[in-house]
């Protein structure tokens, strides 16, 4: 069973960045063959995609977050990162990490809050 566990949330001022991690464990695989993604839900909003990368490094990027994320991997600690920079309110969300590109999702862990007021 794949579990995944996000770190590195918190609340920040508008302009502020953050640095989220996602460690994928639970299994003998890697994640590396594997095209992975940030989502994030807002209160009363449904999740949603934010940034994804494939197995081949290529990336993807919501409009709104477009020039200010970041996402990649670090496939030997099975860890997928997401850099978040120039920080607004509208980002204010839990954040999510699991598979991308696909249907297909593993359970879903807690998620990390990201806060961002003056």
């Known amino acids: 069973q794949v579990q995944l566990v996000e770190s590195g949330g918190g609340s920040v001022q508008p302009g502020g960045s953050l640095r989220l991690s996602c460690a994928v464990s639970g299994s003998i695989f890697i994640i590396s063959s594997y095209t992975m993604g940030w989502y994030r839900q807002a209160p009363g909003k449904q999740r949603e995609l934010v940034a994804s990368?494939?197995?081949?490094?290529?990336?993807n990027y919501a409009d709104a977050v477009k020039g200010r994320f970041t996402i990649s991997r670090g496939n030997a600690e099975n860890t997928v990162y997401l850099q978040m920079n120039t920080l607004q309110p509208d980002d204010t969300a839990l954040y999510y990490c699991?598979?991308?590109?696909?249907?297909?999702?593993?359970?879903w862990g807690q998620g990390t809050q990201v806060t961002v007021s003056s």
């Open positions: 990368i494939g197995s081949g490094g290529s990336t």
């Open positions: 699991n598979r991308a590109g696909t249907t297909i999702r593993w359970s």
